[in-house]
């Protein structure tokens, strides 16, 4: 099945990114549905099912219609910026490991094709704080990280809590010019998704390190 829901990618814009979301969906079939229906005006390139199976959806060279309203590193149009990948999940459940044994080997290949940097593969949390929590606080990041797949930070010893810092370093690294709330939210859904609270010294070193190895 292939989606009908994509166009040409814009002002001559290629991948530079992988977006990952999950489809809140029970079944990948209702997912699949969904994602090729033309009055829901929303697909991605790819489908990975629970039980590993990948569903291309999109052509690659194609703009597909998943990231909607965002922005990251100070651009917008992310959708003809990036490739979108659907995980069948429903949000709540841990991810199955023969969809993250495929996931990792459809990234490999993504990421070999369009020479797209671990940094690019990024959450749809990511680059829209403000209205989404995809692929969410069950996701294994650090899995990913390990097979040069995505990046996990390795921080410097605890220092100071400056929020100042801490929002200069966040929107360095690629995060949207949000509210505080929502970058520290967002940051920590990717990379301390167990913690809560106000702003501590551990989310400053974070955003410090991942503003110094990766910022603009």
Same mark, same amino acid.
């Given at each position: 099945?292939?989606?009908?829901?994509?166009?040409?990618?814009?002002?001559?814009?290629?991948?530079? $990114?992988?977006?990952?979301?999950?489809?809140?969906?029970?079944?990948?079939?209702?997912?699949?549905?969904?994602?090729?229906?033309?009055?829901?005006?929303?697909?991605?390139?790819? /489908?990975?099912?629970?039980?590993?199976?990948?569903?291309? $959806?999109?052509?690659?060279?194609?703009?597909?219609?998943?990231?909607?309203?965002?922005?990251?590193?100070?651009?917008?149009?992310?959708?003809?910026?990036?490739?979108?990948?659907? $995980?069948?999940?429903?949000?709540?459940? !841990?991810?199955?490991? !023969?969809?993250?044994?495929?996931?990792?080997?459809?990234?490999?290949?993504?990421?070999?094709?369009?020479?797209? !940097?671990?940094?690019?593969?990024?959450?749809?949390?990511?680059?829209?704080?403000?209205?989404?929590?995809?692929?969410?606080?069950?996701?294994?990041?650090?899995?990913?990280?390990?097979?040069? /797949?995505?990046?996990?930070?390795?921080?410097?010893? /605890?220092?100071?809590?400056?929020?100042?810092?801490?929002?200069?370093?966040?929107?360095?690294?690629?995060?949207?010019?949000?509210?505080?709330?929502?970058?520290?939210?967002?940051?920590?859904?990717?990379?301390? !998704?167990?913690?809560?609270?106000?702003?501590?010294?551990?989310?400053?070193?974070?955003?410090?390190? /991942?503003?110094?190895?990766?910022?603009?």
């Amino acid at each position: 099945m292939r989606s009908p829901n994509h166009g040409p990618r814009r002002d001559g814009l290629r991948p530079e $990114l992988v977006v990952l979301h999950y489809t809140a969906m029970t079944e990948c079939a209702a997912a699949e549905k969904a994602l090729c229906d033309p009055a829901r005006e929303v697909s991605a390139h790819y /489908l990975v099912s629970r039980t590993g199976e990948v569903i291309q $959806l999109v052509d690659e060279k194609a703009r597909a219609w998943h990231a909607g309203a965002g922005n990251w590193r100070g651009a917008g149009d992310v959708n003809s910026r990036s490739i979108g990948i659907e $995980l069948d999940n429903d949000g709540v459940s !841990p991810f199955a490991a !023969p969809l993250m044994d495929a996931l990792e080997g459809l990234l490999r290949g993504i990421l070999e094709r369009w020479s797209i !940097p671990p940094e690019g593969v990024i959450a749809h949390s990511d680059m829209a704080p403000e209205r989404k929590s995809d692929p969410g606080p069950r996701f294994d990041w650090q899995r990913l990280a390990r097979q040069g /797949l995505a990046i996990w930070p390795d921080p410097a010893p /605890l220092g100071t809590v400056d929020s100042d810092r801490f929002r200069a370093d966040a929107l360095a690294f690629g995060y949207p010019d949000v509210s505080d709330d929502l970058l520290l939210r967002a940051l920590r859904l990717r990379f301390r !998704p167990s913690v809560s609270g106000p702003l501590d010294a551990a989310d400053c070193a974070i955003a410090a390190e /991942l503003a110094a190895r990766y910022g603009r």
